[in-house]
Structure formats: structure tokens, C-alpha cells
């Protein structure tokens, strides 16, 4: 299906975190790591010389928790968080964080609605309402009229909604990252599952990989696992044969 991918040792792996490594949860809490995925993903990444990297809304400190360092590079919060390899300092641009009125605002909805869920992050916040479906409209509407006329994106989620600084996205992240060593003149393979992913997955193409949709090409994250762990076991990218 996707003739003309580059050599394996040639390739940069991209991976969103949720919904494409791990299955969606109830909650953003209740997620698990399935069993083998932290083998594959560091075979992966020394079969690759370290070309590996996480590119996730989340923070890099839950990465860290769940992933450990199988990832050689990660960046989170949407590029507005990246470490470029292990151990070394997470980089942030230079970007205002949301005022205080907000987080009381989406403190309100969250109380208003019990089972809605406030993610705080350093530069931005999402409200999950997965459990309470119902209250997705008013949330919207409400964090739009805050972020109308703002230096703020409002971003739609998986059953959640997003606000971030404007000014960083995951096509900054993958453009950053390959940018160092061991990303460097390799080819990027971007894959994600949700409409904040499309910006990695435009990058990745536009440098002449593949961003690939997790629901077009794999079903579901499971099948992502699958593919990632023959792919790890064969040392090809068969899928692109």
C-alpha cells in the first residue's frame, strides 16, 4: 500500500501515545500499559539506533511513568514539552500559560458535572468527559467563548476539549526532533489516532515519510501493538510492502 518507504535503518518512528500505543480509558488516570509493549518499543528503538520518540498531548512526566525509558525522545503537551533523548533537559518554548480565570471557569464545569475530569498542564488544560457524554456541548461552547480573540487554540479531542497556547503542535514536535541526532536525515513514520496528530502527521509527509491514522491502516491500538511487535521480530516495515 505505501510503496517507496525508505530503507528500515532509514526510519524515524513517531508514535502518539493514546489511542495508538495504549488503549483509550475511562479516564486519563486509568490507562495501562500492556504487557510487552515496553520490550517492543525498546527493540524497536535499538534496532533503530534510537529513532524512536513519543509525540502525546500528555506530560512528559507520564511518559515516564508509563513507558519508562522505552522511548529515546519525547515530546509532550503537543511540542510544548520536548526531551530529546534520556536524561537529558525537557526544552520548552516560549509560550504564555492560560489565566487563573480559566482554570476557576473549568474548575466550575468540572464541579457542575460530576465525572468530568480537569487535566491541568503547564502551559494549557483539558476537561475529559468521556463519563458525562452530556455535558460535551456546554463545555465546548463555554471554553470557546474564552479563547475567542486569545493567543489559546480550543482543541477537539476524544471526548475531551483542549486548550492550548497557540503557536506549538505536533508538526513542531516531529520538525524538532528531527532536526537532532538520532532523528537526523532519517525519514519519519508518524502515527496517530486523533485530530491533534494530523499536524505530525503533515510534517512527516512533507519530509517525505508517511503519517499514517491509526483507524485507517491499523483499526485500533491494538492493532498498532501488533504490527509494531511482528515489525520489531521480522526487522522490516512488512505493512508497507
Known amino acids: 500500500m505505501y510503496d517507496g518507504l525508505p530503507p528500515y535503518l532509514n526510519t524515524a518512528l513517531l508514535l502518539d501515545l493514546d489511542g495508538t500505543l495504549i488503549d483509550i480509558a475511562p479516564t486519563p488516570d486509568s490507562v495501562f500499559v500492556p504487557d510487552g509493549l515496553t520490550d517492543t518499543l525498546c527493540s ?24 519508562g525509558d522505552a522511548p529515546h525522545a519525547v515530546a509532550g503537551e503537543h511540542g510544548g514539552a520536548i526531551r530529546s533523548e534520556p536524561g537529558a533537559p525537557i526544552e520548552r518554548p516560549d509560550l ?41 456541548l456546554e ?27 497557540r503557536g506549538v503542535d505536533k508538526g513542531d514536535a516531529v520538525t524538532a526532533l528531527m532536526r ?6 532519517r525519514v519519519p513514520v508518524f502515527i496517530g489516532d486523533d485530530v491533534t496528530d494530523e499536524d505530525g502527521m503533515r510534517v512527516a509527509r512533507a519530509m517525505g515519510g508517511v503519517g499514517l491514522r491509526v483507524q485507517d491502516v491499523f483499526g485500533d491500538a491494538a492493532g498498532v501493538r501488533a504490527w509494531l511487535h511482528d515489525t ?9 510492502r
Open 96 to 136: 504564555i500559560a492560560p489565566p487563573l480565570s480559566w482554570i476557576d471557569r473549568a474548575s466550575v464545569l468540572e464541579a457542575a458535572y460530576p465525572g468530568v475530569l480537569l487535566e491541568r498542564k503547564p502551559r494549557g488544560f483539558g476537561l475529559h468527559f468521556r463519563l458525562v457524554p452530556e455535558a460535551g
Open 44 to 67: 524497536l528503538r535499538d534496532q533503530l539506533d534510537g529513532a524512536l520518540a513519543v509525540v502525546t498531548g500528555r506530560m512528559i512526566d507520564v511518559i515516564d511513568r508509563l513507558l
Open 180 to 185: 537532532r541526532a538520532p532523528f537526523l536525515g
Open 232 to 240: 520489531a521480530s521480522r526487522g522490516d516495515w512488512g505493512l508497507f
Open 139 to 165: 463545555i465546548g461552547a463555554t471554553l470557546s467563548a474564552l479563547v475567542a480573540g486569545s493567543a489559546f487554540d480550543l482543541l477537539p479531542g476524544d471526548m475531551m476539549w483542549e486548550v492550548r497556547p
